[in-house]
């Protein structure tokens, strides 16, 4: 599967910015999905996930109650919404795909597709 992530911009502190992630393929629903992010001079960090069906998904506890991943599996699509963005949010945030997969795998190395990440700026 293919994955690709847009959305990303330059926002004040307390904004709110909208994650894309279109993915390829026609068993989209068979795949959990995962935000993750990359801060400079950090290690990449999980923020949230959803399973197949966005039934039942998990977040990073920095971005919980702020975040919201959701999924429209008839346009091959997951989101994520982010309000109350704070200037530590800024970062690379990249899409994951993972074959029946579940929402509480937050490690990177579960995941089996990468889009490219979207750069997120949030200035104070």
């Known amino acids: 599967v293919q994955l690709q992530a847009f959305g990303g911009g330059l926002v004040q502190a307390g904004g709110s910015l909208r994650l894309s992630c279109a993915a390829s393929?026609?068993?989209?629903?068979?795949?959990?999905m995962g935000w993750f992010r990359q801060a400079p001079g950090k290690e990449r960090e999980f923020v949230a996930a959803?399973?197949?069906?966005?039934?039942?998904?998990h977040y990073a506890d920095s971005v919980k109650g702020r975040f919201t991943i959701s999924r429209d599996n008839a346009k091959n699509t997951v989101y994520l919404q982010m309000n109350s963005l704070k200037p530590e949010d800024t970062a690379v945030y990249s899409c994951?795909?993972?074959?029946?997969?579940?929402?509480?795998?937050?490690?990177?190395?579960?995941?089996?597709?990468w889009g490219q990440g979207t750069q997120v700026t949030v200035s104070s």
């Open positions: 959803s399973d197949g069906r966005g039934g039942t998904t």
């Open positions: 994951a795909a993972r074959l029946y997969g579940l929402a509480q795998e937050v490690r990177a190395r579960e995941y089996d597709y």
């Open positions: 393929g026609r068993t989209f629903s068979s795949y959990s």
